[in-house]
């Protein structure tokens, strides 16, 4: 395959920069509102039980695809059952950016981003590009960086470290939210990482894995540091949005860059439901890779 | 007019075109003779490889059409794909290389064009070097050059001939620039719409001053100044060049001075769509794309607030990511990243140091010059 031909195809580089952006951009900035507001400080263990529960999954789908040649039908049959779950996501996604779109930060603009959205995916969808979608994530990413240095650089002058707060609070209410929201990317990437689209080998998929882990690990470290910087979350509980806004009201003299995090957020559902979407498509049309 | 003058028609001599203008470096330009022009690209890439593809296109026109590239550098598959969509175009007449251009375009409705339009011949040589593939039609002083990359909107002439010194200040300001002049009247609209709350407080004041009691509402005020903008444009492009100053005179005084001062419109609104204004024409082959992006994002800025604006940027980036004319992304060297051809993307390294030609151009021969010290060995 020449040079040219492999830049039409999905790399690595990008599913990578696509976990990244998932596992960074949501799972760190956003937890469901129902598992913040009653999270408190214990809001760090979703942490942890994010980083096992997408270790397993990416690490069956390599199994899956290590045994796919010999048991061809069965594992096949094994990953079409994984488009309920898609399917589920995607609802649970559409739940979710509803609630956003809805609470006190977006007031009545709610609805308009909404349709927004909507207008966005069927633009993902006339593009017929699956590739469209990483390589948006590409760009995106810098602006994530920028987004994340703007917000957390001026927390560095506002350290106040508890420790008890590691031993608070009551854990078992936040585990169905958050079981519930881990499971969308992953079977997204899952598929695209078999479908024909992306004609990934095994040994890319163990590098995925391992930004899976890397990005699993970083977001249980930032989610215990955070519980210890700033303890818990606070005014923005009930939308789901960790507080890392009250820090960056350092940047401007009167406001809050509320909406830089709330534009991240959206951005990054955005970007998500599109994956998703794109996935199911690309499997629905395209198949398993049976080359590999 | 005789028939032998009408076979010898008369040419413009050369001049340095007005939108390649260079401090240092070649100053000639193309005319409106196809075999001037191809001879000064011939002057400069004497190689037996330079291909010519000569075609007709036009029923009454009979426009001659010549396909150029380098045979052992251009990616065949481009050449055959080029020269196939030349042969499918069937109208009456071509009377400008745009005409071909957008033709050439694979998308039925586009925003970008799939080819770009250079009046030099140093540039077309360069781009031919490339891999890519030079499009010349006759009667007219643009050649055409596929494919084409949103980078070279942010590539001067001026980087190569003036030394490497701030390239990459130059290009990052030029991208930036673009943002702003797509991007600040639709953001000013959203904070002093939605979000006020970002505003620092003594900028707020003196906004709220500045608009208070006045005519308009903020978003049909922009709208106005932007249209305003727009007619002062046109007029000063089509006028001869001693109106068009003073059209602009009438432009700053009217419009930018009494409009605010009687309180027609506000000084924030006129100002912010002046910076815009400006930074448009830091990528001349983008304006009318700017034009059309900055009205569309001000609407919805002015409408939707910024989460609408940054849902709008999203889809804009993925239909320009989404764009791959010709075997070569959009937005390549940027996404999909390619790490060899950062030394000519956003920087730039000096040339001895671009061993390779860009992997965002289909080529069949990716090695550029020998290193340095493959240079001293041979010696």
Sequence with gaps: ?????????????????????????????????????QAGNWAWVSAIIGVVFEIALVLIASLILKFTKTHHRAFRILCWLLIPLIIAGIGVTVVQIYHIAFTNLFTNLGITVLVITLIALGLFFLTRKPRAVFRSGEILKLFFVLGLILAIIPTLYNIKVDWQDLIKGDASQ???ATAS????????????????????????????????????????????????????????????????TTASQFITNSGSLDWLIATSILATLILRFGVQLVAVVTLCKRGLNKND | MSEQQAKQPPQRGLAEPPTGQVLLGPREGFVENIDTNIALVKKRIKHQDFKLQTLTIGKYTQTKVVVAYIASIAEPTVVKDVVKRLKQIDCDGIIDSSYISESLNPDRIALYKAAAAEEKPDIIASRLLEGRVAIFVDGSPAVLTIPHLFLENIQNSNDYYSGNAGVTMKRTIRLLGSLIAILLPGFFLAVSLYHLSIIPLNTLESIANATENHLFPPIVEMIIVIILFEIIYEATLIMPKHLGSAISIIAVFVVGEVAATVGLLSAPTVLVVAISGITSYIMPNMIAQISVLRFIFCLIGGFLGLYGLVAAFIVLLVYTAGIDHYGAPYLAPFTPYIADDQKDALTKVPFPEMLERPRSIPNCNPIRQNSREQQDDKQ
Excluded: W
């Design chain 1, 1 to 37: 395959m020449t040079n040219n031909k492999r830049h039409q195809d999905i790399n690595l580089r990008q599913l990578c920069t696509g976990y990244f952006l998932y596992s960074i951009g949501i799972k760190v900035l956003t937890l469901p509102s129902t598992l913040a507001n």
């Design chain 1, 174 to 176: 936040i585990l169905p």
């Design chain 1, 181 to 244: 929201n881990l499971l969308f990317f992953e079977t997204a990437t899952f598929v695209l990482a078999f479908g024909s689209e992306t004609r990934k080998t095994n040994r890319e998929l163990y590098k995925l894995n391992l930004t899976a882990l890397l990005c699993g690990v970083g977001y249980a470290v930032f989610m215990v540091l955070f519980v210890l910087l700033f303890g818990g979350l606070s005014r923005h509980q009930t939308m789901g949005l960790v507080d890392m």
